[in-house]
């Protein structure tokens, strides 16, 4: 009799010892997780899904949003996205996904935290512009013989 009672007993931790080995998501199912959030503006919930040091850059994000226009808001959270690649190497993800509001391909970088995949969300996947090198067409460069640059004469006296 004891043995009857044993075998359930063994069945029952034999699959829950199973499915906490299958809890551990992969990378695609994180980006689609962390992109939900996002488009929710639950970012609550899109720090369960970044890094450590990401969780600081969503709640600019979250304070940033609160300034759009409701319609703004609105088509964010309309917005449907596609994962388009996964890319897996050892401890580092790399996950191509465009929308349907913006079909070029946008990346999230992805690292493993603590035995667990996690969005390396940084100001850069935000504003990619933000690295781009300055031309001399742009208007925040100063001109070589800047003015500016010459010391002040009323402070040389």
Same mark, same amino acid.
């Given at each position: 009799?004891?043995? =009857? ?6 069945? =029952?931790?034999?699959?829950? !010892? *199973?499915?906490?080995?299958?809890? #551990? ?9 962390? *992109?939900?959030?996002? #488009?929710? $503006? ?9 890094? /450590? +040091?990401?969780? $600081? ?10 300034? *759009? ?20 190497? /050892?401890?580092?993800?790399?996950? !191509? ?12 970088? =992805?690292?493993?935290?603590?035995? #667990? ?20 067409? +742009?208007?925040?460069?100063?001109? $070589?013989?800047?003015?500016? =640059?010459?010391? +002040?004469?009323? $402070?040389?006296?």
């Amino acid at each position: 009799m004891k043995r =009857l009672s044993f075998l359930p007993v063994s069945l =029952l931790l034999f699959a829950l !010892t *199973l499915a906490g080995c299958k809890s #551990q998501s992969d990378p695609k199912d994180i980006s689609i997780k962390f *992109l939900t959030a996002i #488009q929710q $503006a639950n970012y609550t919930e899109a720090k369960n899904y970044a890094t /450590d +040091d990401s969780k $600081a850059m969503l709640d600019a994000l979250s304070s940033f949003q609160k300034m *759009l226009p409701e319609s703004s808001q609105e088509k964010i959270k309309n917005e449907k996205f596609v994962i388009r690649d996964v890319k897996v190497t /050892d401890s580092f993800a790399v996950v !191509t996904y465009a929308s349907d509001i913006d079909t070029v391909g946008k990346i999230l970088k =992805l690292k493993k935290e603590h035995d #667990q995949w996690k969005v390396a969300f940084t100001k850069e996947t935000i504003l990619p512009e933000l690295n781009k090198p300055l031309n001399e067409g +742009d208007s925040t460069l100063m001109p $070589a013989d800047s003015s500016l =640059l010459e010391p +002040d004469s009323a $402070a040389v006296r």
